[in-house]
DNA sequence: TTGTTTGTACTGACCGGTCAGTCCAAAGTG
DNA sequence: CACTTTGGACTGACCGGTCAGTACAAACAA
């Protein structure tokens, strides 16, 4: 990835400092909940406990901060996908579908994070540099995806698959993108449990015909 | 659905005027691009060539804008959904794939005004009156698609379905969802084909498996 | 015919308020 | 000392919304 936060004429940011870590989470969030544009300094600093002074202090503005936080939900997505298909020991349709089960899952427990990727393209649309960032952000995520693939399925498998790895991992994709608007949509418990159910729907039934029948 | 713009308390709006129709029209891909907050009354009253004075002579507020944007967004969904899904004759799997590839066609053509969706979860999250139009909206759509399937498919094919229409017919939902996503995100034709690709690897692995073998 | 009234469409100027961003003095911290 | 943090005052831009007033055509009255 090479130093990505250098880039761009940014002035370096301390990673490791309390309060530049307290304003990424409370910002994600933030962002996460009402948007970009819904989303005022003042409420980011408020939620993380320190003073809007701070938060210029450490980020040169708001498009900065908006660029970070996004840097780290896919230094995140990167670090889980790669632990997940860590493993080479999986050799079945059965645990290709536990691994996006768990995707799943990690998907809803950081909902509230990654329901940024969706104001993405919003912010991108009328902000050159952000787009850039959108464009690496989604190729160094599919390169993951395929790699996590070739993980998961070994040679065997993947000789299987009816489709390319690339293209399944665009798919998969695809499909998570789905559920992450139906999750941004339903509210109460029932409607969340409805959206899961679908989810496993799309997942088995693609699972299914995406393997070819052992010759 | 009776007389929708009645309630609430909203002025009565007289659609057939032809700047209200080019406010509405501006607004729709004005809101769809920018999202809500980030779109301003002014850049509507600009785009729809028109005051910003004459956007609140015949809406109350943004949010009563909104809320006619959305209102017609579902009119024309519904009456899409119904055209497309009038005629019985069709009783394959094939049949049922192309009435897919229809509907993803009308979400292409009518992207830029339908994208309007991906904002509706955002501003209904601190707006009671939206987030109420917002349930009406997608369980109306939900009903529309369940009586589609139940016509596409007819008594024959829908008893060959591995889950009840109701699960297809969300399953669908989420899979239009996560298209609509990805082409917002991608940028040039390529990136466009591309999208086009992998949805319709969806939608044929999801055919595959969705009917049981004629017995 | 001429004048009056009424209703609708429409506008430019303006108001109160919010927001991102700046500046700075002061205080704490390693 | 250098770095971090606070709080407050301030600016310029923008935004949603209001308002007084214009333009105009149809209906009505003399």
Redesign the interface.
């Known amino acids: 990835m090479g130093n990505p936060e250098h880039i761009d004429g940014l002035s370096t940011l301390n990673r490791d400092n309390r309060s530049v870590r307290k304003i990424l989470l409370a910002a994600a969030r933030a962002f996460g ?6 989303t005022s300094m003042q409420q980011i600093a408020d939620r993380a406990g320190v003073s809007k002074s701070l938060v210029h202090y450490h980020f040169d503005s708001k498009e900065h901060l908006f660029l970070e936080v996004q840097l780290e939900l896919l230094r995140e997505l990167l670090s889980y996908v790669r632990e997940l298909t860590r493993s080479g020991a999986r050799r079945s349709p059965a645990q290709f579908e536990q691994a996006i089960e768990e995707a799943r899952d990690f998907v809803v427990r950081d909902l509230e994070h990654i329901r940024v990727m ?1 104001e ?3 912010v991108a ?2 902000n050159a540099r952000i ?1 850039g960032h ?2 690496t952000f ?1 190729s160094e995520l599919m390169a993951m995806v395929v790699e996590g693939i070739h993980n998961v399925l070994g040679p065997s498998m993947l000789e299987r698959l ?2 390319p790895p690339e ?1 399944v991992a ?2 998969l ?10 999750l ?2 339903a ?1 109460g418990d029932e409607a969340v449990q ?2 899961h ?3 496993s ?2 997942r ?3 699972t ?3 393997f070819n029948p052992l010759s």
Chains 1, 2 share one sequence.
Do not use: K, M, P
């Open positions: 909940r009402s948007g970009y544009r819904g969706l993405f393209h919003n649309r009328d787009a959108v464009a989604q009816v489709i293209r665009r798919l994709l695809q499909i998570l993108n789905g559920l992450i608007v139906d941004a949509y509210q409805r959206v159910e679908t989810f729907d799309v088995a039934l693609i299914q015909a995406l």
